[in-house]
């Protein structure tokens, strides 16, 4: 069985007619209360996250979460501690584990094509508009929990933790440029992590026409660029020095829906739960204190 739950009736109601008619509240507490379903998925402000999640799992929900986990690690620890209790499973959508080309690096970075990695790379260039600029949540610091950074930056920090491993420190520094932002559409933080890696990640939301790159290792040996659809490696340590692999075309979300249920009809822990999701939240917060103070400042 299937439902839908929105505050606005006529939104809950178009969203329950592309389910096939999905039954249809007003009140997430009526659909928490609801003993057909057995999993939500919140689709809610940041600063709800940790409220709602609580209340489902309670209720004996699993629980999709969006991204980010929280916007405090608090908050984080307090929904992890609620899934353990309830022994439900609680995963985050965040797409970035799903994505072929990031497994594709992680296989040619543990062959050692590239020899040992130096320093990583991503950059996030996004002129933000379109229906985003109608989410009024979205232009307040205290339901956002910052800007650019915390919201689609995350994506690529947790493509650098996927990669990486634990990063030790961070440096940040923000910028603001179009004033319609509450906090910052502008970030570039600098990292170490385990193993020596240095990585240095990019956002903006306010370039136009900028090239983006998901992710570029530099190595003892060689290079690796990764976008979507295709990773290509010059090394030495390749026949032709080069090589260009092509991957199937990117569906997260279906994978990450697919991983979300058979973890709730399995038990398993899910490729993007509750700890992967506060460790992507604990490095954003660490760069949101350096850019604050303007000092390293080391990953909790």
């Known amino acids: 069985m299937e439902a839908v739950c929105d505050v606005d009736p006529e939104r809950a109601r178009q969203a329950a007619e592309k389910l096939g008619g999905a039954r249809v509240y007003t009140d997430y507490h009526q659909l928490l209360a609801d003993p057909a379903l057995d999993a ?42 609620a899934a353990e209790r309830a022994g439900r499973v609680l995963a985050v959508a965040e797409l970035s584990r799903f994505n072929p080309a990031v497994a594709k690096t992680r296989e040619l970075l543990d062959e050692g094509v590239v020899g040992q990695p130096i320093l990583v790379q991503s950059v996030m260039p996004w002129y933000q508009g379109g229906a985003y600029m109608q989410t009024a949540w979205r232009f307040a610091v205290d339901t956002m929990g910052g800007g650019a950074l915390i919201d689609g930056g995350i994506h690529h920090v947790d493509l650098l933790l996927a990669l990486l491993g634990r990063p030790l420190w961070v440096s940040c520094a923000t910028r603001r440029v179009r004033d319609i932002f509450p906090a910052e559409d502008t970030a570039v933080v600098t990292g170490e992590f385990e193993g020596g890696v240095l990585a240095t990640l990019t956002v903006l939301w306010s370039a136009r026409h900028t090239p983006g790159v998901l992710l570029r290792v530099c190595g003892t040996e060689g290079t690796l660029t990764a976008e979507h659809g295709v990773v290509r490696v010059a090394s030495d340590r390749l026949p032709d020095q080069t090589a260009e692999h092509t991957l199937p075309q990117l569906n997260g979300f279906g994978a990450l829906m697919r991983d979300f249920v058979e973890c709730t009809e399995t038990g398993r822990r899910p490729r993007m739960g509750g700890p992967e999701a506060r460790a992507d ?3 954003v917060l660490a760069a949101y204190e350096s850019a604050r103070t303007g000092r390293v400042v080391v990953v909790e």
């Open 40 to 81: 939500v998925d919140l689709c809610l402000p940041h600063h709800l996250h940790r409220p709602v999640t609580e209340e489902a799992l309670a209720a004996g929900k699993h629980v999709l979460c969006q991204k980010p986990i929280a916007t405090t690690l608090a908050d984080a620890d307090a929904m992890l501690a």
């Open 281 to 283: 939240l604990s490095f």
